[in-house]
Structures are given as structure tokens and as C-alpha cells.
């Protein structure tokens, strides 16, 4: 998949599913089952030590599904990031910019989404390659700060991660962002090993999805 067409797919989708797991087992069960639910678009998070392989086998288990894409999250570093591309993972999330990282992935025709706040840090984004910014913690600012950025960067393409919830992410999409990350309560259901939940409640985030999209 070419970088043009993952950022289509991650667009087309609008909900990335940010996995963490505190093993490798749990990291791919918790992941499968958002895939099971519809929720395609995963970002397995470097906080789980088992990332890369948990990126690998997941890109291998799903290399048949086209709307699968396996990405990587909390990547802080270059390094990081080569490793998870050489693992298969089809995008880099960080929860900040960082230049070398926007260099590498350009070097391998990767999409880099830095997590963002403030104007110069998504402009500094932008002219970097960054064809979507990740804004990050979304609790921190709410709905409303997407018109302020949107004001002076009508051009922008923002996702939004942290406090994001089943139900209040319409007021996102209709503040105009082009994605949702959402995490905290999967990754609490895969703790408890209830992956029938998670599958569940992914289903209902891509109708809700949906919906919102639409209205």
C-alpha cells in the first residue's frame, strides 16, 4: 500500500483503534478484535515491549484484507520508526514532532502523523511531509480548538486522540477533523480478557462513526 492510499484509507475509515496491551498475546487479541468488530484501522502502541512483533504477525495474519492497516503509535524516535516499518506497520503516530522521525518515513514513503497543539508545531508538521496531524491530548483543548486551527490551516487534516468516546465523537467530526483515535476503554476490556466486549463496542464506534460522518 502506497503512502497516498494508506492516508485514503485511514480518511475513508475515520476511526483508528490505538492499541496497547501489556503482553504480545494480549496486544494481538485486543487488536483482532477490533478488526472482528469492523474497527480496521489499528495503531499498535510502542508502550507494549512486543510492538514489532505484534505489527509483523498482525500485517501477515491480515495481508490478504486491503482495508486492514496496521500502523504504528507512541513512537518517539527514527529508530522506533524503522523498526516498525520493517515490521509491516503501514503508518508512524507519535505523540509529538519530531524532525528525524518526518525525514525517515519520507524516506520510506511512509505517513507520519505527529501529535500537535499549537499552530507552529502543526505548520512545522506540515512543511515537513506530515499530510495529517494527530491532535494530542483532544481532553486537554475539546471540539471547539478544530475551528481555531481550521481558521488560519483551512487546509489542514486533523485526528484527534484523548477523550474521545462513543459519546462525544460526533462533536469532533462536526468540528471538521478527518479521523478519531480512540483506546482507553478497549485496552481496559482487553486487561480483563473480555475481547467479546471489544468487538462489540469497535462495531459500535464505526456506525457511530458513520453516522456522524453523514449528518
Not at 505523540?95 to 505517513?111: H, K, M
Not at 478527518?178 to 486487561?191: F, R
Request: proline share 4%; charged share 20%.
Amino acid at each position: 500500500m502506497k503512502k497516498s492510499e494508506t492516508m485514503m484509507e485511514l480518511k475513508n475509515q475515520g476511526v483508528v483503534a490505538v492499541i496497547r496491551g501489556n503482553s504480545l498475546e494480549e496486544g494481538i487479541n485486543i487488536s483482532v478484535a477490533c478488526i472482528q468488530g469492523g474497527l480496521k484501522a489499528i495503531e499498535m502502541a510502542y508502550t507494549n515491549s512486543s510492538a514489532s512483533e505484534i505489527i509483523k504477525q498482525l500485517s501477515q495474519m491480515y495481508k490478504d484484507d486491503a482495508e486492514v492497516c496496521i500502523g504504528a503509535g507512541t513512537v518517539l524516535d527514527a529508530p522506533t520508526a524503522r523498526l516498525a516499518i520493517l515490521a509491516g506497520a503501514k503508518y508512524i503516530v507519535s505523540p509529538s514532532f519530531d524532525q528525524e522521525t518526518a525525514i525517515l518515513c519520507n524516506r520510506y514513503g511512509v505517513p507520519y502523523i505527529p501529535g500537535c497543539m499549537t499552530i507552529k508545531e502543526i505548520v512545522n508538521a506540515m512543511e515537513a511531509g506530515s499530510e495529517m496531524i494527530k491532535l494530542f491530548p483532544g481532553s486537554a483543548f475539546g471540539p471547539g480548538y478544530v475551528g481555531a486551527i481550521k481558521s488560519p490551516l483551512p487546509q489542514v487534516s486533523l485526528m484527534v486522540t484523548g477523550g474521545v468516546k462513543l459519546d462525544n465523537l460526533d462533536q469532533w467530526f462536526d468540528a471538521g477533523v478527518d479521523a478519531i483515535g480512540v483506546g482507553g476503554e478497549l485496552n481496559k476490556l482487553g486487561e480483563q480478557g473480555q475481547f467479546d466486549e471489544i468487538t462489540r463496542i469497535a462495531s459500535e464506534y464505526v456506525q457511530k462513526t458513520k453516522e456522524a460522518r453523514q449528518s
